[in-house]
């Protein structure tokens, strides 16, 4: 497996794939980053179509697969690995899923085991790195909510949240080695309940709002209390929730 080939980034223009790109160019790498918009560095080429799918994978030593549109993640994979099986290319396919998905029954995690199962049966040199919730995500969570006069989170569910930079740290490291097969999931720092990271944002936010502890039925959340999206793996992510708070945009 060659190291220093092209680098193929999808999802590149994403949360995650902006963090996993700019990691690669620290370490003087200049991905390949596919995207359906042009811009600077950027492949134009659209998963769900497959159009401009040939020209960004051709050649490439490794293919990075961030991208993600919930709902269409199974096709968007398929297509991409016929655009691989096309050009006759033979990367090591690096796919970030997310811990758990299997244990939680979520249509959005099903969908993300079915990408696990195309990938593992892909006949391609292949890398699964499941990851916890991004600190991103329950911030946008906790704004889409903070307009109420009380923040409301299930209760008794606890969450790893790990950041981006700390993910991306771990592909660039898996996209300059061999494949892995199921890489040890990576979580964050810390476990926190739903009600500790909601005091946290609030501090850090600046806003006042009693936390409102809600009792949650159904399978969905009974899947979150098992606590089946939290890493055991004893290597964690660095970066903890205050610390991301501290740096995100408005605060
Ligand atoms: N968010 C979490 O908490 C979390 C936790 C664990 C794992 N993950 C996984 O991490 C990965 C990245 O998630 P994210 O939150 O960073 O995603 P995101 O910010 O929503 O970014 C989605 C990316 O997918 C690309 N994309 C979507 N549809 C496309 C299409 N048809 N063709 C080409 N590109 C397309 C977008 O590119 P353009 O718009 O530029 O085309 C964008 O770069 C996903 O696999 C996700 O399941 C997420």
Request: aromatic content about 4%.
């Amino acid at each position: 497996m060659t190291t220093d080939g092209t680098i193929v980034v999808t999802g590149g223009t994403g949360t995650l794939g902006r963090a996993v790109v700019a990691r690669l160019r620290d370490a003087g790498r200049e991905p390949r980053v596919l995207s359906r918009r042009a811009g600077p560095g950027r492949t134009v080429g659209d998963l769900d179509t497959g159009a401009g799918l040939d020209d960004a994978v051709r050649g490439a030593s490794v293919v990075l697969h961030a991208a993600t549109r919930p709902g269409h993640d199974v096709a968007a994979t398929a297509n991409l690995l016929r655009a691989v099986r096309r050009t006759g290319s033979h990367p090591h396919l690096i796919v970030v899923s997310i811990v758990g998905a299997d244990r939680i029954s979520l249509g959005y995690y099903r969908q993300k085991v079915a990408v696990e199962d195309l990938v593992t049966s892909s006949g391609l040199p292949w890398t699964i790195q499941r990851a916890t919730q991004f600190h991103d995500l329950l911030d946008t969570i906790f704004c889409y909510t903070s307009w109420l006069p009380v923040l409301p989170v299930p209760a008794d569910v606890r969450f790893q949240p790990v950041d981006v930079r700390d993910l991306a740290e771990r592909l660039a490291t898996l996209a300059a080695g061999k494949p892995a097969g199921r890489a040890p999931d990576l979580g964050g720092p810390e476990v926190l309940s739903m009600g500790e990271l909601a005091g946290v944002w609030l501090a850090v936010r600046g806003r006042r709002r009693p936390v409102l502890r809600v009792r949650v039925p159904g399978a969905v959340v009974r899947g979150f209390r098992s606590g089946a999206n939290l890493a055991a793996h004893r290597e964690r992510g660095r970066i903890t929730f205050v610390e991301f708070l501290g740096r995100a945009p408005g605060t």
